[in-house]
């Protein structure tokens, strides 16, 4: 089974958020089952920058050529690098599409606004997609794309490419990881993609007047996926389809959820080089003080180690559901049940709330603004407690490492949350299912009311000994993820 696997960032290159993970780990997973996987992402510079840090060889491979935009012929030259190499699985190839004018930027999108030009780098990446398969020399089954910005890629093969044998038998799969984020772009940019204006229609290319990639991707894909089984059904209606319930409805018999896994080498108490003391099952007590105390080192002051760490680790985006735990803290920061560290980086008025939250109890907050990949697994590792009030979630990966770290997760009962966090009840405990605490409404109350339980359950040492060692013990490894990949492609190749 060869696999092009076409995405807008994957670790260790390049990464925003946890479609980087998802692209930096699945291949890697899908090569262990046997497949031939090539990953394309953007010659970002921070992608050539995070190459030379990781130590991976980045070389060019001579290939250049021309990529139509619009009117103009744009040169692509690709270079070409491996994922990390993992014990016992083959090396993963990966291929960066080079030019300057639109990757050798200072960050992946723009920000805080995005680049105004997104379309015109994003309709570029994927043609050239499309031409540098062209120019492989074996043809692939699968073309595997995520997100709005590699959407043109399944119109691109079925509407332009059916004549060129390395592509035209392939099967396209779009992964969708969050139906907020569309790609959408005023009309003028069908322009630059080259496809003929008749498919800018309200059933193929076209919403509300402006041109949309992810839905292109979602209409032309042979499969559509995401990334769990109750984020598939909550977007094939409103508010969770964010406009494209109605397609993802109609395409129900091609569309299915696929959990994510995460990367148990790069996230794994026993060998995590940013945590100061290893640790597994027996030994979670020791390692979670020692981190602690290398946290209150980076913080500059004592964590206290007798009051549970409750955390929060994410982007400060409304879809987290920040507005809750600001709302949190200003409840239980005076308490002294607890000790809070809040980790993150994003919008500015919720960083602005943070910070006042934090001022008002100095002694009970820790508020960290910015983006430290080091931070965040001391973090895990430190608490006892990881909020994720989110107020959608596709998957989730932040509760799944910190369940791998014995952290226990406290998740709104929304996508992927469901499908990977089991409320602790008296039934779910005897039924030793129990890994978690879950509640309903997007509101501080109910929260606060989970946040209350789990609170008492630590109190408990065996019933917190025995969800600590129960989480620790789940494998959420990418090999089950991979392992449902694999079947939907063998179901959709060609004979
Ligand atoms: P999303 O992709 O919606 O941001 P996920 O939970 O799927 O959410 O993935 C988030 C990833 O980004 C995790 O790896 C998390 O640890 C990381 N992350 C988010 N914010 C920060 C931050 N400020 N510092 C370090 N890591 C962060």
């Known amino acids: 089974m060869r696999v092009l696997f076409v995405a807008s960032e994957a670790s260790p290159f390049a990464k925003t958020g946890g479609l980087a993970d998802v692209a930096g780990a699945l291949p890697g997973a899908l090569a262990r089952l046997g497949c031939d996987v090539t990953v394309v992402i953007p010659a970002y510079r921070e992608a050539v920058a995070n190459a030379g840090a990781h130590g991976l060889p980045i070389e060019p491979t001579g290939m250049t050529f021309g990529v139509p935009l619009g009117q103009l012929t744009v040169e ?39 680049y105004p030009d997104n379309a015109t780098r994003f309709t ?35 509407l332009l490419y059916q004549s060129w044998p390395m592509v035209s038998r392939a099967r396209t799969v779009m992964t969708i990881h969050n139906m907020a984020y569309q790609g959408v772009f005023w009309q003028w940019d069908m322009l630059l993609t080259g496809l003929d204006w008749k498919y800018f229609n309200w059933e193929q290319m076209e919403f509300y007047g402006q041109l949309n990639l992810l839905k292109t991707g979602i209409v032309f894909a042979d499969a559509v996926t995401t990334v769990s089984p109750t984020y598939a059904r909550e977007i094939q209606s409103a508010p969770g389809g964010c406009g494209l319930e109605g397609l993802l409805a109609s ?22 080089p940013h945590i100061p003391r290893h640790y597994a099952e027996d030994s979670s007590a ?7 105390v290398a946290l209150a080192a980076r913080l500059g002051h004592a964590v206290p180690d007798d009051r549970p760490l409750i955390a929060f680790v994410g982007r400060l985006a409304e879809q987290k559901g920040v507005d809750l735990v600001i709302e949190l803290l200003g409840r239980l920061g005076g308490t002294g049940r607890a000790h809070f560290v809040v980790l993150g980086t994003g919008n500015d008025g919720i960083e602005e709330s943070l910070r006042r939250m934090a001022s008002s109890f100095p002694e009970t907050i820790d508020l960290v603004i910015g983006f430290d990949e080091g931070l ?41 949350l469901v499908d990977t966090v089991v409320d602790t009840t008296p039934d779910t405990l005897r039924a030793g299912t129990a890994s978690g605490f879950v509640f309903e409404a997007f509101d501080a109350r109910a929260l606060e009311q989970a946040v209350l339980r789990a609170l008492d359950a630590h109190a408990n040492a065996d019933v917190w000994t025995s969800l600590v060692q129960r989480v620790m013990r789940q494998d959420w490894s990418w090999d089950s993820s991979a392992r449902e990949y694999l079947t939907l492609y063998k179901g959709m190749a060609r004979g």
Request: hydrophobic residues 40%; aromatic residues 8%; negative net charge.
């Open 251 to 272: 395409r129900s018999d091609a569309l299915s959820g696929i959990v994510n896994g995460i990367d148990v080498d790069v996230w794994n108490p026993q060998t995590d």
């Open 376 to 416: 965040a697994h001391l973090v895990q590792a430190a608490a006892d407690m990881m909020l994720v009030p989110s107020r959608y979630e596709p998957c989730g990966l932040t509760q799944l490492y910190a369940m791998r770290y014995g952290t226990i997760p406290i998740v709104r009962a929304t996508g992927g």
């Open 76 to 114: 692509a030259s690709i270079l070409r690098s491996r994922l990390p190499a993992k014990e016992g699985s083959p090396s993963v190839e990966v291929l960066l599409v080079a030019n300057d004018e639109c990757f050798d930027r200072p960050t992946l999108y723009g920000g805080p606004v995005d």
């Open 124 to 158: 570029f990446f994927s043609r050239a997609v499309l031409e540098l398969a062209c120019r492989q020399e074996r043809p692939f089954d699968v073309i595997h794309c995520h997100d709005w910005q590699t959407g043109l890629v399944p119109a691109y093969q079925k």
């Open 286 to 292: 020791d390692g979670k003080h020692a981190a602690k």
